[in-house]
C-alpha cells in the first residue's frame, strides 16, 4: 500500500512504510479526518451500476469523496469533486482534486483535474474537494494540498486554494491561495466552500470557506475552526480568523448561507464521552462571527469495522424558499443514540439562535447502520438528505444509498432507495471518503455518492424526482 499520512482529531498519527495509531488523549475520542491514503485493494469482484445509476468516473484508479453543485444560470450544467488517485499527472502519482462536469443533466460526463499550478504548484498530493457556483454561473473547487515528507514536520508546503471555471467547469484558472503554510503544524484540513447567490443579499457572489487547523501532527493539540471569504469573485481571500469561540478540539465544518446573507457554519466539537453539535453565525457578511451556538450532543457511532474510518461529520444548508419554512437552517450527522448508527436532524426557525430536538431522519425498523448524510434544501423548501444506508442486508454489511425526504421543515420524512444495485465494498477495508454530496433543483435532486465497479472505487450519480409521496423501498 502506498501511503502518506493518516491525520486523525484532534491529533494526527503520522504514517511512514505502515499505518500507526495516532496517541490519542482519553478524554478526546478518535476522530479520523482527511483524505490520504491509496485504498487497499481486494480480489472481490463487484458491480453496482446498473438503470438509472449513472457512472460518473471511467478509471482503473479510485476516486471517492464527492461533491456536487448545479449551474443557477443553466441547470443542464453540473459539477462533480471528488478525492482522484489518478495524481496530478494521470499517471498515478498519488490522490489529487478530481473534477468532473455535465451539460446534459448527468447523464453523461466528461473527467478532468484540477490543474496543478498556481497556490497548488509545488503540492503533489491534494483533495479534501468542495464544489460550487455563483449566480453568474461561475464555478469554483476547493481543495487541500499539501507535500509529504519522510521525517518531522512530516508535511510541507500545506495549503487551502480555490479554483475557478468560467465555463461550466470545462476548464480551470491556477487555485488561488487562501491558506498556506511551509511546515506543518498547523495543518490546515478539511476545507469546505459555500457561496452567497442571493439576489436580494447585500453579500450575494461572496465566496466562504472554512476549515479545521490542527496544531499539531503528532500528538495532542487544539483544532479550531478558521474561516474566509472573497468579496472579489475569487481573485483574493481574506486573512483567516478563528470561529469556534472557546471550542478546542472541532472538525468537520461545513458553512451555508441564508436568503438574506446570514452565514452559518456547523462543526463537531471533541469535549468528553458524548461530542457536541454547534453553529456559528455572522451577519455581516463573514466580517465578524458571534459566539458558537449548541445544537446537540452526539452519540459518535465510531468507525463501522467494514471500512478504514467513517467518521461523524456534520453537513448544514438553508431554505431559501418563500414558503412557510423560508429561512430554516437544517443540520445532519449520524448519531448512535438509539445503539446503531442513525441519521438525526435538527433545524433552527430563528436564524441559529435556538435549535430543535434531534429526530431520526432513516424510517427503517432494523438495528442496521446509516452513515455519511449530507443535506441539501431546493428552491421550493424540500429538504434532501442522503446518506449510505444498510437495512436491506439482513448482515449489516451491502449498503445502498437512500434520500430522506421532507416537505414539511423536517418534522417528516420519507425514505426513498437511490440505488438500484446493492454496493459491496468488499472485505478490505477500504477508504471510501469521508463524506458524499448531494444538490437540489425545484422538484428533483442529483446526489453523488462512491461506489465499486471490480475492486475500484468510482464516483456515480443519479437524476432523483422527488415528489410530495415518498413510496418505501424499490
Given amino acids: 500500500m502506498m501511503l502518506v499520512a493518516v491525520f486523525a482529531a484532534p491529533t494526527i498519527g503520522v504514517v511512514k512504510a505502515v499505518t500507526q495509531e495516532a496517541s490519542q488523549p482519553s478524554f478526546v475520542a478518535t476522530r479520523p479526518s482527511i483524505l490520504a491514503i491509496t485504498p487497499i485493494r481486494g480480489p472481490v469482484p463487484v458491480t453496482n451500476m446498473r438503470a438509472d445509476d449513472v457512472r460518473v468516473t471511467f478509471t482503473n484508479k479510485s476516486q471517492n469523496e464527492v461533491s456536487v453543485a448545479i449551474n443557477p444560470t443553466n441547470n443542464a450544467n453540473l459539477i462533480m469533486g471528488a478525492n482522484d488517485y489518478r495524481g496530478w499527472d494521470n499517471l498515478g502519482s498519488g490522490a489529487w482534486c478530481g473534477v468532473y462536469n455535465s451539460f446534459d443533466a448527468g447523464a453523461h ?19 479534501d474537494p468542495s464544489v460550487a457556483y455563483d449566480i453568474l454561473g461561475n464555478a469554483y473547487f476547493a481543495c487541500l494540498g499539501f507535500v509529504p515528507l519522510p521525517g518531522p514536520p512530516y508535511i510541507a508546503n500545506n495549503t487551502i486554494a480555490i479554483a475557478k471555471s468560467t465555463d461550466g467547469g470545462t476548464s480551470w484558472l491556477p487555485p488561488v491561495n487562501v491558506v498556506s503554510t511551509p511546515a506543518a503544524p498547523p495543518f490546515h484540513d478539511k476545507p469546505y466552500i459555500a457561496i452567497d447567490t442571493s439576489v436580494g443579499s447585500p453579500y450575494k457572489n461572496n465566496i466562504y470557506i472554512s476549515w479545521t487547523n490542527f496544531s499539531s501532527i503528532t500528538g495532542p493539540g487544539t ?89 461523524t461529520l456534520p453537513s448544514s444548508a438553508t431554505d431559501h424558499s418563500t414558503g412557510p419554512y423560508g429561512g430554516s437552517v437544517y443540520v445532519v450527522w449520524q448519531d448512535a443514540t438509539n445503539g446503531n448508527s442513525d441519521i438525526r436532524i435538527s433545524y433552527s426557525r430563528d436564524r441559529g439562535q435556538t435549535w430543535s430536538t434531534p429526530k431520526k431522519v432513516n424510517n427503517d425498523g432494523t438495528m442496521n447502520a446509516q452513515f ?64 458524499i454530496g448531494v444538490a437540489s433543483l425545484d422538484y428533483s435532486f442529483y446526489p453523488g455518492w462512491c461506489g465499486f465497479v471490480g475492486s475500484d472505487e468510482e464516483i456515480f450519480t443519479e437524476h432523483t424526482l422527488a415528489p410530495r409521496f415518498v413510496a418505501e423501498p424499490r
Fill in 109 to 127: 460526463w466528461v473527467m478532468g483535474l484540477i490543474p496543478r499550478s498556481g497556490a497548488l504548484l509545488w503540492d503533489n498530493y491534494a483533495g
Fill in 223 to 311: 483544532s479550531p475552526i478558521y474561516f474566509s471569504r472573497s468579496t472579489d469573485g475569487g481573485a483574493s481571500y481574506s486573512a483567516p480568523f478563528k470561529i469556534s469561540g472557546t471550542q478546542l478540539y472541532c472538525q468537520g465544518s461545513q458553512p451555508s448561507v441564508g436568503p438574506n446573507g446570514e452565514i452559518y457554519v456547523s462543526f463537531v466539537s471533541y469535549s468528553g464521552a458524548l461530542s457536541k453539535l454547534y453553529v456559528v453565525r455572522s451577519l455581516d457578511g463573514g466580517a465578524t462571527f458571534g459566539s458558537p451556538v449548541f445544537v446537540s450532543n452526539i452519540v459518535d457511532p465510531g468507525d463501522l469495522p467494514e471500512f478504514y474510518r467513517t467518521p
Fill in 372 to 435: 455519511f448524510p449530507f443535506v441539501s434544501v431546493s428552491i421550493t423548501g424540500r429538504i434532501d438528505v442522503v446518506f449510505y444506508d444498510r437495512r436491506r442486508d439482513p448482515m449489516d454489511f451491502l449498503m445502498d444509498v437512500y434520500a430522506g425526504i421532507s416537505w414539511d421543515g423536517g418534522v417528516t420524512f420519507g425514505n426513498r432507495r437511490i440505488t438500484d444495485n446493492q454496493i459491496n465494498p468488499g472485505l478490505d477495508r477500504p477508504f471510501i471518503g469521508d463524506y
